[in-house]
């Protein structure tokens, strides 16, 4: 049984930063491609990150690129989301996931979700 557990949101100033980690149980994270999405009220899950198994490769959505970072520590079972320049837009339940295969920005496409973190920015 694969399990994900966020941790690290909270509420913070426009502007600001907070890092969000993921510990995921199990011998095989390594084999994982790691993701992490939001969802604000009202509104569909959104896309933000993902991370291919060895930390090389990455992908992110237009609207976090180059405020946000998605790394891994693989000798942790951890992947960790760095964001910064935080905007009140950026508010929503962040989650982590992870899958088998190519990285991918579609929630559909993964096996295992946590429960999620609540990021709040005020403005």
Known sequence: QVQLV???????????SLTLSC???????STYDMGWFRQAPGKERE?????GVSGRYTTYSDSVKGRFTISRDNTKNTVTL?????????????SC???????????AEYDYWGRGTQVTVSS
């Open 82 to 94: 760095q964001m910064n320049s935080l905007k009140p837009e950026d508010t929503a339940v962040y």
């Open 23 to 29: 510990i995921v149980s199990g011998r095989t994270f």
């Open 47 to 51: 896309f933000v990150a993902t991370i």
């Open 97 to 107: 996931a992870a899958r088998y295969g190519v990285l991918s920005a579609r929630a």
């Open 6 to 16: 966020e941790s690290g949101g909270g509420l913070v100033q426009a502007g600001g």
